[in-house]
């Protein structure tokens, strides 16, 4: 697996219970990292995964009790996909079907079959069937049986003014090259089976997106180290005039964030140190987990964290 392609994508939910119930019940996810949003540490920071959490496996949530729906639009992640064995859709389609999921028929993108469907809060997700993947490693002790388990991001569709600008970036910066059209989308490839797929979908003259319940709030690209990202940070000020932020410890990864010209939030995150940082991979997900500057907190936060059971 290349170093480049997609770290981690980060979205808005509502209520925690159910979205932990979505994610680790109906989809077979495994919950990688229980911690609070940095930021504001009165609500939760969950990360799905495959067993250890790789880059290129993970989807995160802010999950807010009463969340406001959010918009799609120009500026935004139209979609969020996700790998699985191409034998697996049928099984898929009717797991969809048995748990009152609405999702749509199976269509063909590039080529490759594609199940649309959404998360309780209306993230727009899909399943894309990938030939010879089966025998890739999946999480697969919840309900879903290993043959059809997910194995890490496919990739996600962007929806911007035009290609061109965003393309710029991904190409000269973050690792990807374009490597098809089909109507109004766009593909950029990286050098990574896992989270290797960025669409660019032109949609000039939509109505921008707006954050709220159901929506993306960034997505992340890798590095592999401090050295590294600094060097992309630099690429993107002298080749691009953009400036990001200045690199913040997110405890299991360093970053920094920027928009790019479509308007969407990126992130570049370093591939260390990773998620068993403070909790072996056996017991990833099982304790409500702090950053050292928030633990002297924990007696105050805990309390006002929503319940889970």
Not at 10 to 38: D, M, Q, S
């Amino acid at each position: 697996m290349g170093t480049n392609g997609i770290h981690h994508i980060t979205g808005i939910a509502g209520p925690a219970r159910r979205n932990i119930a979505f994610y680790t019940e109906t989809l077979g996810l495994r919950l990688v990292k229980k911690t609070v949003n940095f930021d504001d540490p009165t609500t939760y920071h969950f990360y799905y995964g495959d067993g250890s959490g790789a880059p290129g496996t993970i989807l995160t949530f802010f999950p807010w009790e009463h969340a406001a729906p959010g918009r799609a639009g120009v500026g935004s992640t139209q979609e969020t996909a996700f790998r699985v064995p191409e034998a697996a859709i049928g099984y898929w389609t009717h797991r969809l079907l048995e748990k009152g999921i609405a999702h749509g028929t199976p269509q063909k993108r590039f080529g490759q079959t594609v199940l649309t469907f959404k998360d309780p809060d209306g993230t727009s997700l899909a399943l894309v069937g990938v030939p010879g993947i089966e025998a890739e490693q999946a999480w697969s002790e919840g309900e879903v049986p290993a043959e059809h388990a997910i194995r890490g991001f496919f990739g996600i569709t962007l929806l911007v003014p035009e290609a061109g600008p965003t393309g710029a970036i991904l190409t000269d910066v973050l690792g990807f090259k374009e490597i098809a059209r089909e109507g109004s989308l766009v593909r950029y490839a990286s050098d990574a089976s896992v989270g290797g797929i960025v669409d660019l979908h032109e949609a000039g003259g939509f109505l921008p997106g707006h954050l709220g319940g159901g929506s993306i709030h960034h997505i992340a690209f890798r590095t592999a180290d401090d050295a590294a990202e600094a060097e992309m940070v630099k690429r993107l000020a002298e080749n691009h005039k953009i400036e990001t932020t200045e690199q913040r410890d997110r405890q299991y990864f360093r970053s920094v964030y920027f928009r790019e010209p479509g308007g969407v939030l990126f992130e570049i995150a370093t591939d260390i140190p990773g998620f068993a940082i403070d909790e072996s991979e056996a017991s990833l997900g099982t304790a409500l987990k702090l950053p050292p500057f928030l633990e002297p907190r924990r007696r105050e936060i805990e309390p006002i964290l929503p319940a889970l059971v």
